[in-house]
Nanobody, 126 residues
Framework: QLQVVESGGGLVQPGGSLKLSCAAS????????VAWFRQAPGKGREGVSC????????KTADSVKGRFIISKDRAADTVSLQINSLKPEDTGVYYC???????????????????WGQGTQVTVVT
């Protein structure tokens, strides 16, 4: 069974940090482009960061640049998203998405990402 699994969400105070992790079951994550999308309550999904297949280059949305860092552990076959200096507007469900169609990743659309995790909740509250 092909699955994408996220972990690492939680409840944090503003200024705090979280590290989200994405792993795959039934296939090798490193072969494909992987992206993190988030969805705030009442809003559409927003691409925040992605990384290409293999030694692919990372991309990060301007809105979170400097605070969100994507990385890949090729030995463990996982992709992580380090989120620093959390703000209340970072609250939402964070999804890991995999594209078996492209080796390079994109952030401006969910199209092409055909395997999705169930999401992990990030809540930033005072």
């Amino acid at each position: 069974q092909l699955q994408v699994v996220e972990s690492g969400g939680g409840l944090v105070q503003p200024g705090g940090s979280l590290k989200l992790s994405c792993a795959a079951s039934g296939f090798t994550l490193d072969l494909y482009a992987v992206a993190w999308f988030r969805q705030a309550p009442g809003k559409g999904r927003e691409g925040v960061s992605c990384i290409g297949a293999g030694r692919g280059s990372p991309k990060t949305a301007d809105s979170v640049k400097g605070r969100f860092i994507i990385s890949k552990d090729r030995a463990a076959d996982t992709v992580s998203l380090q989120i620093n200096s959390l703000k209340p507007e970072d609250t939402g469900v964070y999804y890991c998405a995999v594209s078996t169609n492209f080796r390079q990743c994109v952030l401006d659309s969910t199209r092409g990402y055909d395997r999705w995790g169930q999401g992990t909740q990030v809540t930033v509250v005072t």
